[in-house]
């Protein structure tokens, strides 16, 4: 059995680069499981959607959409942990850990992105480069946090999580978000599997809503949580009611709801949407870190996942 990783340990062994030959990478198994939230539980604003993907689905699941691997120094200690495919995520405390993370995702023929912080994907992508895919688009984002006290404002009547029979009110609103800041419309590319995933999403209680009418005013998706932290995305106000106080109203009352469970909440916002920096700003939020994400080239859809042989 390899050793645990301690908070302790971690806090000893700082981001640097070393040997890379004295590590060993490992498809990860289920039975890795509270080895690996122990390593993420370190850096929770940071490792929430890691550590979402782990409590919502276990280490190995279809439903990841991609592998889990960790990278180990001599001693068995956990260096870095890694979901390499469709969305390519980490979670690492060496330069040679992204490094061997970076060849793994040289093979995944799937990957759609690379997301993490700055600097780390900056060195990710340079060691990735050099016989991976070619960068489609590249996003920065700022990472946002809110934790008590908030200030409340007066509530929104009828902000409540999403029904099943509110689907097609949700999907085409998220479809367009996810293709202005991909550039790739879900709706054309997977289809089912979006259309499942926002389903799913409603059924676990992590859409919120604010319908009149039959008309969306207001949608937020709690994408990922933790038992201390909620990760959201897909923040969306109807133009209609924007410079109303209708969408600083909804988030103070989420951010409420959502606090009464967790220590914080957290979420990115892309680094030219001025306008909604001074939103998230007024809202509470305060600035946590530089983000990248980077979108891959398409690539043949007859490639497959080449991971499991190595």
Not at 16 to 30: C, G, W
Not at 41 to 62: A, E, M, Q
Not at 132 to 157: H, Q, S, T
Request: proline fraction near 4%.
């Amino acid at each position: 059995m390899y050793r645990s990783t301690s908070p302790i340990a971690l806090a000893e062994a700082p981001f640097e680069s070393l040997d890379k030959t004295e590590v060993q990478i490992e498809r990860l198994s289920n039975e890795h499981q509270s080895e690996v939230l122990e390593f993420l539980s370190g850096r929770p604003i940071h490792t929430v959607t890691l550590v979402g993907f782990i409590r919502d689905n276990g280490l190995v699941n279809p439903l990841n959409r991609g592998t889990f691997y960790s990278c180990r120094n001599r001693a068995g200690l956990l260096e870095g942990v890694s979901l390499i495919g469709h969305a390519t995520l980490m979670e690492t405390t060496t330069d040679r850990a992204l490094e061997a993370f970076a060849e793994l995702a040289k093979e995944c023929f799937t990957a759609h992105m690379f997301m993490g912080e700055s600097e780390r994907i900056d060195y990710f992508w340079r060691q990735y480069e050099e016989g991976g895919r070619d960068m489609r688009l590249a996003c920065r984002e700022l990472l946002y946090e809110l934790k008590f006290p908030i200030e409340i404002r007066d509530p929104v009547p009828g902000l409540r999580q999403a029904t099943l029979e509110e689907l097609q009110l949700v999907i085409p609103v998220q479809a367009q978000m996810a293709h202005e800041e991909s550039g790739t419309d879900p709706l054309e590319k997977d289809s089912a599997g979006f259309l499942e995933r926002c389903a799913r999403r409603i059924q676990q209680g992590r859409t919120w809503v604010v319908v009149e009418d039959g008309v969306l005013l207001f949608k937020a998706d709690v994408v990922s949580e933790t038992e201390d932290v909620a990760y959201l995305e897909g923040i969306w106000i109807n133009p209609a009611n924007r410079g109303r106080n209708v969408g600083l109203r909804c988030m103070s009352q989420l951010g409420e709801i959502l606090l009464s469970g967790k220590k914080s909440i957290c979420l990115l916002v892309n680094e030219k949407n001025s306008r909604a920096h001074g939103f998230y700003q007024r809202a509470g939020y305060k600035f946590r870190g530089v983000y990248d994400t980077i979108f891959l080239t398409y690539t043949n859809p007859q490639r497959t996942l080449n991971l499991h042989s190595m």
